[in-house]
């Protein structure tokens, strides 16, 4: 599935809204996993900006990080979602923490490559190792970048960025 062979529908949407919509539809998958699942956007004079995306593509993204975050983190881990505006030029930056197992510092550069998974025993819940890879090439086809922040044992952030503009 090269993203080349995707078909991508770009529509100017606010950040917020984008943000507030994705943020909600997984408060029940985090709520069933007995995970507390919380958003913080940080107050900026930027908040009416807009973004220009796929935001089915977008949803994708976040819902691999989720399902990720979710799939590594035990019950009664904390899911943290922190949105912020900023840089010049301005970039939307999502960042999901997990209070889950982590990743080695071997394995954090990896993560992102195509069929990468951390050691088999990890991997019960079967991912193809394909998530992150497809989510690395909708960002960067968005103009934005994704990265990795992670211990094992300390838990993991996945942020993603993505330009944004005025009105
Ligand atoms: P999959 O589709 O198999 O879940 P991904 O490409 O989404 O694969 O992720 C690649 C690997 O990165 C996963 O197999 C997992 O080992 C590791 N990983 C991704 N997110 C997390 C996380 N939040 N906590 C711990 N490990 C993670």
Redesign the pocket.
């Known amino acids: 599935m090269e993203t080349k062979q995707f078909h991508f529908q770009l529509a100017p949407t606010s950040c917020q809204t984008m943000v507030r919509q994705l943020f909600a539809k997984y408060e029940l998958d985090c709520a069933n996993a007995g995970i507390t699942y919380t958003l913080d956007m940080a107050k900026s004079e930027d908040e009416e900006m807009l973004l220009t995306v796929d935001t089915d593509r977008i949803e994708q993204v976040y819902a691999?990080?989720i399902?990720?975050?979710i799939?590594?983190?035990a019950k009664g881990g904390f899911i943290h979602v922190h949105v912020d505006i900023k840089g010049d030029p301005r970039q939307l930056v999502i960042r999901?923490t997990?209070t889950?197992?982590?990743?080695s510092e071997e394995?954090l550069p990896h993560?992102?490559e195509r069929f990468?998974?951390?050691?088999k025993s990890?991997?019960t819940s079967?991912?193809?190792?394909?998530?992150?890879?497809?989510?690395k090439e909708i960002v960067q086809y968005h103009g934005g970048q994704i990265w990795?922040e992670?211990r094992l044992g300390k838990?993991?952030s996945?942020s993603f960025s993505l330009p944004v503009h005025r009105i």
């Open positions: 691999n990080i399902y990720n975050a799939k590594f983190s999901v997990d889950g197992v982590g990743i394995d993560i992102f990468y998974k951390v050691s990890r991997s079967g991912g193809s190792g394909l998530g992150l890879a497809i989510a990795a992670s838990g993991c996945i």
